[in-house]
């Protein structure tokens, strides 16, 4: 089951989600800041009251119903935790940092889901950040002559650069939305893309098409990128649901059952 979850983790994968929970340890990546780990404890304490009530419910639903960033959607509810988890699933069903348009729609198009929902929950790039390894070649060597990507802005590049370092430090973080706004959901992740800001070459490709061009141009009003970003994962929440016997409610988030 592939599900793009797109609010505080970045557009991430439900199947990322249970592979980092699988291997019991916090997993980062530069397109994907996973601090999820950091709550389990809060998860099972909420998890132990409900089921103390006879409430039986997944540990997918309930970090559906954590991770909202706002109250912004309805979550729908009687999804089962899957009973497999494979690194090998994440290829092809991932969107890499680096994707072009062609190929965010195809795989977009494959879940089910449309160019509003591709630029729209490329919105959640408004919080966290990235790992400087992650736009090593877009800023660094981008045609093979040690040069930056000309799409960037050059005064935003070269502050990329002032941050990262050079020679590179991969450890180092950038704000995946600048100008502050990297610890609030708000939508001036669409204003930075119409500048030539954008962090990964995936942001920049939304200028590409006319169709998502104009769309980042209109998300740029708060309330409807809101209210477009919280249609769209109503229906990632759609997508995927393992019900019956093909899924189960996990006694513990970092484990299948027995």
Same mark, same amino acid.
């Given at each position: ?16 989600? @249970?592979?980092?929970?699988?291997? @019991? ?8 800041? %996973?601090?999820?780990? &950091?709550?389990?404890? =809060?998860? =099972? ?5 409900? +089921? ?17 960033? @706002? ?22 069903? &991932? ?18 889901? %449309? ?24 800023? $660094? ?11 960037? +802005?050059?005064? $935003? ?19 995946? %939305? ?7 959901? %708000? ?31 209109? &998300? ?13 994962? =109503? @229906? ?9 016997? +093909?899924? +189960? ?10």
């Amino acid at each position: 089951m592939t599900v793009l979850f797109g609010a505080v983790m970045h557009q991430c994968y439900w199947i990322q989600l @249970k592979i980092r929970l699988l291997r @019991k340890k916090r997993y980062r990546t530069g397109h994907c800041q %996973d601090t999820m780990l &950091l709550m389990i404890s =809060k998860l =099972k304490l909420k998890k132990s009251v409900l +089921e103390w009530f006879h409430v039986l419910i997944s540990w997918l639903w309930l970090l559906g119903m954590l991770f909202r960033t @706002k109250p912004m959607w309805q979550v729908l509810t009687g999804r089962k935790d899957g009973r497999v988890s494979l690194a090998s699933d994440i290829p092809g069903n &991932l969107p890499p940092p680096t994707a072009d348009f062609t190929s965010l729609q195809q795989l977009f198009a494959s879940k089910g889901l %449309d160019v509003m929902d591709l630029v729209a929950l490329s919105g959640a790039h408004t919080i966290g950040v990235s790992h400087c390894s992650v736009i090593a070649r877009r800023l $660094y060597n981008f045609t093979g002559k040690g040069d930056a990507d000309p799409s960037l +802005e050059p005064d $935003y590049a070269n502050k990329l650069w002032r941050e990262c370092g050079s020679p590179l430090n991969p450890s180092t973080t950038v704000d995946m %939305d600048p100008d502050q706004s990297s610890l609030s959901f %708000d939508s001036h992740y669409f204003k930075i893309v119409s500048q030539n800001k954008g962090l990964f070459q995936s942001d920049a490709t939304l200028l590409t098409n006319p169709q998502s061009a104009q769309m980042v141009e209109m &998300l740029q009003h708060g309330r409807l990128f809101f209210v477009r970003f919280a249609q769209s994962m =109503k @229906k990632m929440g759609g997508i995927g649901v393992l019900t019956g016997d +093909e899924g +189960e409610i996990r006694k513990h988030c970092s484990l299948v059952n027995a």
